[in-house]
């Protein structure tokens, strides 16, 4: 009898290895997701003007004049709006 439940006790472990690669692939996939799905900042001009420094972003089709700081946020996942930025007035 005690071989019996051996058995099924290395069974039951042989599903848990198998669960192990699944949940794996399920974590790698909702990582591709998260970044797929998370916006594109595109730098289409760069300013060094007094010691400072401008960046015009293309995020979601609108463009932006940032700083060095909002550029970080911006490429951290934050959205425009998160960080109350008006569209660039075309140049």
């Known amino acids: 009898m005690l071989m019996g439940s051996r ?15 699944v949940a ?4 790698r996939r909702a990582a591709v997701k998260t970044a ?6 595109y730098v289409t001009a760069q300013r060094f003007s007094g010691g400072s420094y401008s ?4 995020v979601d089709g609108e463009a932006y004049w940032v700083d060095e700081f909002r550029l970080s946020q911006l490429r951290q996942g934050l959205t425009p709006a998160e960080l109350e930025l008006t569209p660039a007035a075309d140049d």
């Open 36 to 41: 797929l799905e998370r916006h594109k900042v």
């Open 55 to 58: 960046a015009r972003v293309l």
């Open 7 to 21: 058995c099924v006790s290395g069974s039951v472990f042989s599903s848990e290895a198998m669960a192990s690669p």
């Open 24 to 27: 794996r692939e399920k974590s």
